[in-house]
């Protein structure tokens, strides 16, 4: 819907720029990117502005820049500022991960307890955590990080996201079943996917890593959830095909670390986008 003074509705600008209405909220609370009006009933109304810095933004990650890269560069060029100062935020990063590759755990604490009073927990999670995680694991594979410090800062950074987590499972929202399938170990970002989404009113019952099929079939017959969110590799998508389709047949599924929109369709699931708060707008209830 256009207003007379120019100004659209948030479903009118989702349509002309291609952007799901949830991404873009996100991408307002997260970046500042959007700066909406008011209605006189209180409807977010949005400028030619804003649309131009969203089609520049979803350009710039078509060319391989990271959301939050793209987001300062539109608002830049626009003559905005970022809602999140990235200065502050890049130093408090570089403290924590210095922390943790030095096995400081009380220097980790602070500088994690530093982050979170100054930025959202949704920016330390997908600005701070997610791309530390996967520099640690690519400097692991390059010979460059060792076991123990992955160990180190896996085991700290659990401990950190379980605490912001202990209260997911409450409240009256749609229950939301998270798992790994059998034979995927990692569930730092299944954890971290499932913090932005118990803020979006989902009820979270979280089995982790390593899942055994047959604890997710008897976790459906007992908690109903509304939705299953699984990870999986696409070799672990691949072993466990007829498994998944006994499974998504019970429930409505998604599949997350597996990009390819068939491969998770062909078991009855969709498939998640990579960014995490992207994600977790994708569910939202």
């Known amino acids: 819907m256009t207003v007379v003074d120019g100004t659209i509705r948030i479903g009118e600008l989702a349509r002309r720029t ?6 873009l909220r996100a991408w307002e609370q997260r970046y500042g990117l959007l700066l909406p009006s008011r209605s006189p009933g209180g409807f977010r109304l949005y400028s030619v502005a804003d649309e131009a810095r969203i089609r520049q933004m979803t350009r710039l990650i078509g060319d391989g820049m990271s959301a939050a890269q793209a987001a300062r560069q539109a608002l830049t060029a626009d003559g905005g500022q970022p809602a999140i100062e990235a200065p502050l935020v890049e130093h408090l990063a570089d403290q924590l991960r210095t922390a943790l590759d030095g096995f400081d755990g009380t220097g980790a604490h602070a500088s994690f307890d530093r982050l979170l009073a100054s930025v959202s927990v949704e920016v330390v999670l997908a600005d701070v955590l997610v791309p530390y995680l996967r520099d640690l694991g690519d400097r692991w594979v390059a010979g460059r990080a060792t076991v123990a410090q992955e160990h180190f800062a896996s085991n700290l950074i659990r401990g950190r996201l379980l605490a912001i987590a202990r209260d ?23 954890i971290m996917f499932g913090i932005l989404a118990a803020r979006r009113g989902w009820r979270i019952t979280f089995l982790g890593a390593d899942t055994p099929l047959d604890s997710l079939h008897s976790s459906i017959r007992n908690i109903q959830p509304a939705l299953m969110v699984l990870v999986a590799t696409p ?12 499974l998504t047949s019970q429930t409505r599924t998604a599949i997350a670390g597996v990009s390819d929109a068939q491969a998770a369709s062909d078991v009855g699931a969709t498939a998640l986008p990579r960014d995490i708060v992207e994600a977790a707008s994708a569910v939202s209830p």
């Open 168 to 190: 997911w499972d409450s409240g009256n929202g749609p229950a939301l079943l998270l798992a790994c399938l059998p034979g995927e170990a990692h569930d730092l970002g299944l």
């Open 235 to 246: 070799r672990l998508l691949a072993a466990h095909a007829d498994d998944l389709r006994r």
């Open 18 to 23: 291609g952007v799901s209405p949830e991404l």
